[in-house]
């Protein structure tokens, strides 16, 4: 019986987060602002990726990031310092996922201006930030080489809910050699076909123009449809 209450209470956090994601979209869908959800192991690149995009994005939107950490607000501070955009951080006081509860104050903070594109970038865990919806109309990923090209083999959900991969790090390959690109296409394609994957190394560049070109696209959809 006990296990039966356990689950009921589950299902209703999920549901009222769910509800309150969709909330979230539907007013940032009326101020056409694209709300992207970031996620990835820490380590993988998220932040340096985030600041080369955003300093290619700035000067044609109005762009704001939300750093979730269960502690500090040093990449708050290092996204603001190297990007010169609003960056708002979020501590979860050690939960490791970031829900649609806690986007939404974050969100509040910027409401009193109009954001073309707010990203927000979860904690780095391959786990719980695929089970909670934050009120994003896409959710990005990033597996970089170094962590191995088995990765959507092992985190099955994380690869399933996300529409895009980023496969970081590129200019690493030729130092870990276990690791197959075509092979890892394969996997994360395993779980689901459709999702979209742009190989690329913010440390040189490569992919980063069509990482860019992505992300315009899917402004202007956002804003349009």
Known sequence: MSNIKVIEIKKSVFGSNANQGNEIRLENKRKKTLFVNLMASPGAGKTTMLTSLVNSLKDEYKIAII??????????????????????????????????????????????????????????????????????????????????????????LMFTVTDLVIISKMD?????????????????????PIS???PISAKTGMGMDSLINYFKEEIHKWRNE
């Open 196 to 198: 979209k994957i742009i």
């Open 67 to 156: 750093e979730a950490d269960c502690s500090s607000s040093v990449d708050a501070i290092k996204i603001s310092d190297n990007t010169g955009v609003t960056s708002i951080q979020i501590n979860n006081d050690g939960q490791c996922h970031t829900d649609s509860f806690m986007t939404k104050k974050a969100l509040d903070l910027l409401a009193d201006q109009h954001y073309d594109l707010i990203i927000l970038e979860n904690i780095g865990n391959l786990v719980c930030p695929a089970e909670f919806d934050t009120g994003a109309s896409k959710n990005i990923m990033i597996l970089s080489v170094p962590e191995g090209d088995d990765k959507p083999l092992k985190y099955p």
């Open 172 to 192: 690493t390959i030729d130092y870990f050699e276990e690791f197959n690109l075509n092979r890892c296409i394969d996997n994360i394609h395993s779980r689901n």
